[in-house]
């Protein structure tokens, strides 16, 4: 689903080649539940966001389901958004000025999904997620652990075959956070959902069914569990 | 999505409902001086435009020497008619020159702009009567209209359109007329009238000397102007001679034909300056200016409010939303607001309308119909919201999702020259108008209080179409008012001093020849206007040659002449030699836009007009009971004209020479109060983005162990070099322009240097306040808040 060879990315200062990543390959496919851990700086969340397409590489090569990413378009790199890239993030970054409802809402409006369609998939999603009671309510009116539900169901309704998580549970308690990795667990399992998280905790990366470890820009060590 | 879209914008003005009023309000003052002068300009430039041949009519006029004037002689119409066939009417006016009274058997009105026209010139400028005109039976007949007003005073139970018989002028005269009904005056018309008569041909037997008529031409589409021009000017010259007019002089020589629009006429007549224009444009540039500013303090305001949103476009980014999509949203966002702000605009410049008419006397209302306004505000609603919207648009929807979404997201610094010189800009207008206010009020004050060598407080002027010119006619009428309580003094002149001009020609003395102006004046003239002597004395009755000729010159003409002592000199001219008896000081009887000048006042004088104004000298006291006496005694004392007593005070009618200054000097109060008020918003905009742009700074800067006020300090320096840059570049603009403002008076004050302290003091004052407002929010913030995400 995910090829990436020889990625590189790099910050160019006086000269002098800061480095990011370096020469980073790997292959995920469909329905792995891949962790990507190691220090801070080690270049995790640039990694992420370079799967997620919202930083581009220095240099290399980024397949996604066999498409070239880097010489993509705005036009087609915003299709893939739309229909197979659910994003999920540490501060959650719902909509302040949506509710509940309206967020989960959001990405189908986009997707242009038609309105008896959307309302029944909101429906579901509430329910789902058992928030049924508090779909008119802001995030501001929400805990940490009820947000990132949302941001999840969010990321859910748009029905993507991937989902990047930076840090999902960073921000949470450790009970919310086994609520969430469960959840993660869960939607890998039945759903067969692709799912790469970027996460500090052995904890967290237990869940999954693959650990990238990062040092320094570099792949250390690819462990499948 | 448009439903959803819209609900977050609703709730996110909402949430900011602080910043938004302000950013709407801001645009809707704006906006209203923005209406309210664009209906101004509308009116102004639209004059005659109902005129179906609006753009075929132009008036005949003559290039002198000296000037250019409209007044033609009549029969050149009739030959312009008779040669050119592109001609296809010619019409003939005459202004009928002074008032006079029409009464019926209950009541008087007055025709101050009594106006004679053609049949043909009545067709062609649309001034119809409510019933169908008829053209005149025979050459005699005249069809005489009153306007609606002056019939309703007249015969105020009249329904039917039968005519009426007036009286015309006063009763004891007895001269009669027809009057054939009521014609409806068009206001926005250059040609203006209360009364009307309407012949089958005006100054039929005038020749090429009368050059007191205005000569109207309908031609047809098409028509080369300049060439019809040339054709006229030759056909003049030629007729000149065939009508046996001393075509010798240089003047002849000189004097050129020229065709002046119909639609010029009312704002840039080739025959009259184009003042009107200028102001016209000038209120234009102002009310642009302003609307410009709004729209940058709009823009700014919408930039500083983006950190805020700057999340959601990310989010928006990540769940697939183009960039455009994200554009169309924000500037949907900002139309809305500009609706809003047009309509309290609209609301702001209704209540404001009344004042606005006032000031420049018009009747504009924005609720008539075929209201210019109905097209063109509309399109200034889609031009605000381009330029206000288009670049907070580009700005937010340019975010890049990976910068925003870290979480601690902080807009770039790249913008900060452009906002920094807009603000400047703001500034700068700011400052100008300030130190433009200012310094016109200054001169305004010292025409106010500067001595103008005479008293108008406590001088009645009295309407009057009686000639006094003989001091022997008069005496009897002076001798009766005087006996009333309270009276000072009388005297009768040809002109009163509120500005109108004298008449001029060329007097000699010691053989020195010179153009000097000429009043003519009887006993107690100087008196009653409390003007004071230089040497020599005033006319005196017991002096019998005062009224065969002696003259009083004033210093200025002295000066003309090189006359150290004066006194007893003889002055020729009128084919008469004055002795002169004595020297006025200068008086400003003209203001102090024209330098006084040199006259020469005299009791008899050949060439002058007839000496009709009266004014008279009373008591402040008994000022009320001798008027009353006055226009009870009036028809006694003045036989010939006393019907109607109708008296205006003397310093109001000076005061009115202040007026177009008084206007200017609102106009500049409003235009400076709006855009002080607008770039403080802008300011108060800008200090709050650049405050919250630099939150982690100023933690950073706390932890260090910056105090409160080197934090203040900090942040209002840059605001204080933008103001001291704005008014660097403001001074010298301000005072080149109200140098040429003050130029156009005679008697002006030098250019003082408080004006611009104090437009300098303001703007610092207001800027530090408005930042130090700001500031103060992020020098109390804890600044564990603002590092929490590091």
Same mark, same amino acid.
């Given at each position: ?225 | ?548 000729? !002696? ?114 000097? !609102? ?124």
């Amino acid at each position: 689903m995910i090829a990436l060879k020889d990625i590189e990315k790099y910050y160019a200062s006086k000269g002098v080649k800061s480095y990011i990543l370096r020469h980073v390959s790997t292959v995920i496919n469909q329905g792995e539940f891949v962790s990507i851990m190691g220090p801070s700086g080690a270049g995790k969340s640039t990694l992420l966001n370079i799967i997620g397409m919202l930083e581009e590489p220095t240099y290399g090569e980024y397949k996604f389901m066999d498409e070239d990413v880097i010489s993509l378009s705005e036009r087609k790199r915003i299709e893939l958004y739309r229909n197979h890239i659910g994003f999920v993030f540490q501060a959650y970054h719902l909509i302040d000025e949506m509710t509940v409802a309206e967020n989960i809402e959001a990405p189908l409006l986009y997707k242009k999904v038609g309105g008896s369609e959307r309302k029944s998939r909101v429906a579901d999603m509430l329910d789902r997620f058992n928030m049924v009671g508090k779909k008119d309510l802001f995030p501001s009116q929400l805990s940490g652990g009820q947000q990132q539900l949302v941001g999840i169901a969010r990321a859910l309704a748009a029905q993507p075959s991937i989902i990047l998580a930076d840090e999902p549970t960073g921000n949470l308690q450790s009970a919310q956070a086994l609520q969430i990795m469960e959840l993660f667990k869960k939607l890998n399992k039945e759903d067969g959902i692709t799912i790469i998280q970027v996460t500090h905790s052995e904890v967290n990366a237990a869940y999954g069914s693959r650990i990238l470890h990062l040092l320094d820009g570099v792949i250390k060590e690819d462990v499948r569990l | 999505m448009f439903k959803l879209n819209l609900k977050i914008a609703l709730r996110n003005l909402w949430k900011n409902g602080g910043i938004t009023s302000i950013n709407v309000g801001g645009l809707a003052i704006a906006l209203a001086a923005f209406i309210l002068v664009m209906m101004y300009v509308t009116y102004e430039t639209t004059f005659d435009k109902g005129n179906p041949n609006y753009d075929n009519i132009y008036i005949v006029g003559r290039t002198m020497p000296e000037f250019k004037t409209n007044y033609t002689p009549p029969p050149l119409g009739k030959a312009i008619k008779q040669n050119f066939p592109e001609v296809m009417a010619v019409g003939t006016l005459k202004k009928g020159g002074f008032e006079f009274a029409i009464s019926s058997d209950a009541n008087t009105a007055f025709a101050s702009n009594y106006l004679m026209v053609d049949y043909e010139a009545a067709k062609m400028l649309q001034l119809l009567p409510n019933e169908e005109l008829a053209k005149p039976a025979n050459e005699e007949g005249i069809l005489f209209f009153l306007a609606k007003e002056s019939m309703m005073t007249l015969f105020p139970k009249k329904k039917d359109d039968k005519p009426e018989l007036v009286t015309l002028g006063s009763k004891a005269a007895g001269q009669t007329a027809e009057v054939k009904g009521t014609i409806s005056v068009n206001k926005h018309s250059n040609v203006t009238f209360d009364a009307l008569s309407v012949r089958k041909e005006l100054g039929k037997n005038e020749n090429y000397g009368y050059n007191n008529y205005n000569t109207y031409i309908q031609v047809k589409s098409g028509t080369d102007i300049a060439a019809l021009e040339q054709k006229i000017n030759t056909l003049y010259k030629n007729e000149l001679i065939k009508d046996g007019q001393d075509v010798s002089t240089d003047r002849y020589k000189q004097t050129t034909i020229f065709l002046d629009p119909l639609k010029n006429q009312h704002l840039k007549p080739m025959a009259g300056n184009n003042a009107a224009y200028k102001v016209l444009i000038a209120l234009s540039v102002l009310a642009m200016l302003i609307l410009l500013i709004a729209c940058i303090n709009f823009t700014n305001l919408s930039i500083a409010q983006a950190t805020k949103r700057a999340k959601e476009v990310g989010v928006k980014k990540v769940l697939g939303v183009y960039r455009y999509q994200l554009t169309f949203q924000f500037l949907t966002e900002i139309l809305m607001q500009c609706v809003v702000a047009t309509i309290l605009g609209l609301l702001i410049a209704e209540l404001l309308m009344p004042k606005f008419n006032a000031l420049f006397n018009v009747s504009l209302s924005i609720w008539s119909a075929n209201n210019a306004l109905l097209y063109q505000l509309p399109l200034i609603l889609l031009a605000i919201t381009f330029i206000a919207g288009i670049y907070p648009a580009m700005v937010l929807s340019g975010f890049k999702p990976s910068l925003v979404l870290k979480g601690n997201f902080q807009t770039s610094r790249n913008t900060y020259w452009l906002r920094n010189s807009l603000l400047i800009v703001q500034f700068s207008v700011a400052v100008i108008f300030i130190t433009s206010l200012l310094i016109i009020s200054t001169q305004l004050k010292y025409m106010r209080t500067q001595d103008v060598g005479f008293n108008a407080n406590q001088v009645v002027y009295i309407k009057n179409i009686m000639m006094f010119s003989d001091p022997r006619v008069f005496e009897p009428v002076r001798q009766k008012i005087m006996r009333i309580p309270g009276i000072k003094s009388v005297t009768v002149a040809t002109g009163i001093p509120d500005g109108s001009e004298n008449g001029s020609n060329g007097y000699t003395v010691n053989g020195v020849e010179a153009s000097i102006d000429f009043l003519d004046v009887d006993f107690d003239y100087f008196e009653t206007l409390d003007i004071k002597l230089a040497d020599g004395r005033f006319f005196n009755k017991a002096f019998k040659t005062d009224t065969a000729n !002696s003259a009083i010159i004033n210093e200025s003409a002295a000066a003309k002449y090189g006359l150290t002592d004066p006194i007893g000199k003889t002055i020729r001219g009128c084919s008469m030699d004055y002795k002169i008896v004595g020297v006025v000081k200068d008086f400003k009887a003209q203001g102090f836009e024209t330098p006084v000048q040199p006259t020469l006042y005299s009791i008899k004088n050949p060439c002058g007009n007839a000496k009709t104004q009266l004014m008279l000298k009373i008591d402040q006291d008994q000022m009320s009971e001798a008027i009353a006496t006055l226009k009870a005694q009036w028809p006694d004392i003045n036989k010939m004209d006393g019907d109607n007593f109708r008296y205006y005070f003397l310093n109001d009618l000076y005061g009115k020479l202040f007026q177009k200054q008084e206007q200017l000097q !609102s106009v500049f109060f409003a235009a400076a109060l709006l855009t002080i008020f607008i770039a403080t918003l802008g300011l108060f905009a800008f200090a709050k983005y650049m405050t919250n742009n630099r939150m982690k700074e100023i933690a950073v800067r706390k932890v260090l162990g910056a105090s409160d006020v080197q934090i203040l300090k900090l942040l209002n320096s840059s605001f204080f070099a933008m103001v001291i840059i704005a008014n660097c570049i403001s001074w010298p603009l301000a005072y080149v322009l109200t140098k040429k403002w003050l130029e156009t008076f005679a008697y002006r004050i030098d250019i003082p240097v408080l004006p611009f302290l104090i437009s300098a003091a303001v703007t610092i004052l207001l800027t530090v306040l408005t930042v130090s407002i700001q500031a103060a929010k992020a020098v109390k913030a804890n600044p564990v808040n603002a590092l929490k995400y590091e």
